[in-house]
């Protein structure tokens, strides 16, 4: 079946705007995780979310980022006032049970 | 929460040796430990994964070994080709919380 999809898949935005990705998880994958990679860096967790539980914001760096869910499904990640320590891989990834696959990324770059 | 510690960063090998990255987690309610492996460019891929009900599990010529009690787990990569080059990450989690990785092992294999 489909993979976790992301987009868009490459974003350049000048600092101080607002960005949105957006993150397809795998149908019927109740949770669903957003990670920071920056450039020969690790994951960073940023937030968590299960089922219908409140999510798990403990890693999102700064108030300037949010994350939705909507209807279990999608889920969009927002960057306010873009600074260029933000530039970095995003990176979702959709869970059920054990297994937690990836999506391909959206590469941001604050310019 | 979760702390998971992995070394070394980097390792290099010749071909057909054996390669093995080493993790330790601080969580003891943690009973899911996977590997991904990450080439240049690409999302994270699970390669393999071990729950806390076993000690050992191999596929092929990569093998998982976890010690709950010292809450330690290994990676094993016997053979190596040129084509397993890459980060390798391990993790630690449970089903029902978020999954923590490690910080990553840059594995180079030498033709």
């Known amino acids: 079946g489909a993979g976790v999809s992301q987009s868009p898949s490459n974003k350049v935005t000048e600092k101080g705007k607002d960005v949105e990705l957006r993150c397809d998880p795998i149908?019927?994958?109740?949770?669903l995780y957003w990670y920071r990679q920056s450039l020969g860096q690790g994951l960073e967790f940023l937030i968590y979310?299960?089922?219908?539980?409140?999510?798990?914001k403990s890693g999102l760096p700064s108030d300037r980022f949010s994350a939705e869910r909507t209807g279990g499904s999608v889920s969009t990640l927002t960057i306010q006032r873009t600074q260029q320590e933000d530039s970095a891989v995003y990176l979702c990834a959709s869970r059920w049970g054990f297994e937690q696959y990836f999506g391909p990324g959206t590469r941001l770059t604050v310019t | 929460g979760e702390n998971v510690e992995q070394h070394p960063s980097t390792l290099s090998v010749q071909e057909g040796d054996s390669a093995v990255i080493k993790c330790t987690y601080s969580?003891?309610?943690?009973?899911?430990f996977p590997w991904y492996k990450q080439e240049l460019g690409k999302r994270p891929q699970l390669i393999i994964d071990?729950?806390?009900?076993?000690g050992e599990k191999k596929d092929q010529r990569i093998a998982v070994t976890l010690n709950k009690t010292a809450k330690h787990f290994s990676l094993h990569i016997t053979e190596t080709q040129p084509e397993d080059s890459a980060v390798y990450f391990c993790?630690?989690?449970?089903?029902?919380?978020?999954?923590?990785f490690g910080p990553g092992t840059s594995l180079s294999v030498i033709p």
């Open positions: 993790a630690a989690g449970t089903s029902y919380d978020k999954v923590i």
């Open positions: 969580d003891s309610a943690s009973n899911y």
């Open positions: 979310f299960q089922g219908n539980s409140a999510p798990d």
């Open positions: 071990i729950r806390s009900n076993v």
């Open positions: 149908s019927g994958h109740t949770a």
